[in-house]
């Protein structure tokens, strides 16, 4: 009888420990590492410990993590080449540094797909507008897919990040800044032939473009682009032959504060301010066709919104606040302008949109009061 019971018992705590054994492996397993491979480090007085970030990115493999120390900081590196899909870490993005030295062509080289970079302060390489922070291509013209450059600091890199034949890139989080070297940040964000997210990233005082992109299909939002340091010709985000959706951006102090060259763009709920010309649209090569412009601000702007040699575009639910000319266009048609809200409407009829040559357009339902726009262009988090 007594055998029987200690059976029993045995095989109840034999069946309780497996179930609980695999809760806790399944617990224990997600509070790992995301990284599959080993880690290596650099700086630090861990033996082993390399000095020379490029020593330890040659000595990885697929899935390991560069983990670099700030107390060998400033590393004076350049061109440092990435090509294994690696993490590559600083341990706090504000005192964790790469100096190129003031002549490096580029501070970072990602010819990999599945890289990751966060946590450096990359600063200071050549004057030369073709020199980067970070450049992402491979140089045998492969597609490089899914780089993550998230949470690191620019400053005077010329071209910050450039991205050139990438898919599924993010691009995040990161403050670019002119200022401390030489001033010279002249592109902020620069894409071409690429599918990616840039998002969240903050960029003062570029000398020319804040964001840059030809031949793209991103997605550019939430990003705060202010103070454009060569009035004459500066530009907060610029798109050519694109297909982006840029949605959400706090674009403040520009020439040409959002401009569409070709191509199509969705263009939604970005605050847009104090810019000699607010949205500029217009087809240089090919026609811009039904592009849709909807629930943004535009205030204090010399011309609010332009549109030239342009189709089908449907212009809704904007505010154009405190505008010396809030919208004109040229050589264009079709335009449909839907229930904006305009402060020099004088309340009677519909709103009058003035075109080419004594053309005009009609807003037939303006907005009585102007609309909550929300998100970074609402003012809010």
């Known amino acids: 009888m007594l055998f029987r019971k200690g059976l029993v018992i045995l095989t109840i705590l034999l069946f309780v420990g497996t179930c609980i054994i695999p809760a806790i492996a399944q617990e224990t397993k997600e509070t790992l590492p995301t990284s599959r491979g080993s880690w290596l480090y650099v700086g630090g007085s861990g033996p082993g410990n390399y000095s020379i970030i490029q020593d330890a990115v040659d000595n990885a493999s697929d899935g390991d993590t560069v983990f670099v120390y700030n107390d060998s900081s400033p590393y004076y590196e350049n061109m440092i080449v990435i090509n294994t899909s690696i993490n590559l870490i600083g341990e706090n993005k504000n005192t964790t540094i790469i100096d190129g030295s003031g002549w490096s062509?580029?501070?970072?080289?990602?010819?990999?797909?599945?890289?990751?970079?966060?946590?450096?302060?990359?600063?200071?390489?050549?004057?030369?507008?073709?020199?980067?922070?970070?450049?992402?291509?491979?140089?045998?013209?492969?597609?490089?897919?899914?780089?993550?450059?998230?949470?690191?600091?620019?400053?005077?890199?010329?071209?910050?990040?450039?991205?050139?034949?990438?898919?599924?890139?993010?691009?995040?989080?990161?403050?670019?800044?002119?200022?401390?070297?030489?001033?010279?940040?002249?592109?902020?964000i620069s894409s071409a032939f690429a599918s990616s997210t840039i998002k969240d990233n903050i960029i003062l005082n570029p000398r020319f473009i804040g964001i840059d992109t030809q031949f793209t299909h991103c997605l550019i939002e939430g990003n705060i682009i202010q103070n454009g340091s060569q009035p004459a010709s500066s530009f907060g985000i610029n798109q050519r032959v694109c297909w982006n959706k840029i949605i959400d951006n706090e674009i403040t102090n520009f020439m040409f504060a959002l401009t569409v060259e070709d191509g199509f763009a969705v263009i939604s709920?970005?605050?847009?301010?104090?810019?000699?010309?607010?949205?500029?649209?217009?087809?240089?090569?090919?026609?811009?066709?039904?592009?849709?412009?909807?629930?943004?601000?535009?205030?204090?702007?010399?011309?609010?919104?332009?549109?030239?040699?342009?189709?089908?575009?449907?212009?809704?639910?904007?505010?154009?606040?405190?505008?010396?000319?809030?919208?004109?266009?040229?050589?264009g048609i079709g335009h449909f302008w839907i229930r904006n809200y305009w402060d020099d409407w004088d309340g009677q009829g519909p709103m009058v949109i003035k075109g080419y040559k004594g053309l005009v357009e009609f807003d037939w339902h303006p907005a009585l009061q102007p609309y909550d726009i929300g998100g970074i262009a609402g003012g809010k988090e």
């Open 269 to 331: 709920q970005n605050n847009i301010s104090d810019a000699k010309n607010g949205i500029t649209i217009d087809s240089m090569q090919v026609p811009t066709l039904f592009s849709l412009i909807t629930r943004n601000s535009i205030s204090n702007c010399e011309h609010g919104l332009t549109l030239s040699k342009t189709y089908g575009t449907f212009i809704k639910e904007n505010n154009f606040i405190h505008n010396n000319i809030s919208a004109m266009f040229y050589r």
């Open 105 to 188: 062509f580029s501070i970072i080289q990602v010819i990999a797909s599945d890289v990751k970079i966060s946590g450096f302060t990359i600063q200071n390489n050549s004057l030369d507008t073709r020199c980067t922070g970070i450049l992402i291509r491979d140089p045998g013209g492969k597609i490089v897919r899914n780089t993550n450059i998230s949470d690191n600091i620019f400053i005077d890199t010329a071209n910050a990040i450039m991205e050139i034949k990438t898919r599924h890139s993010l691009i995040s989080k990161n403050l670019i800044q002119s200022g401390g070297f030489h001033n010279n940040t002249v592109f902020g």
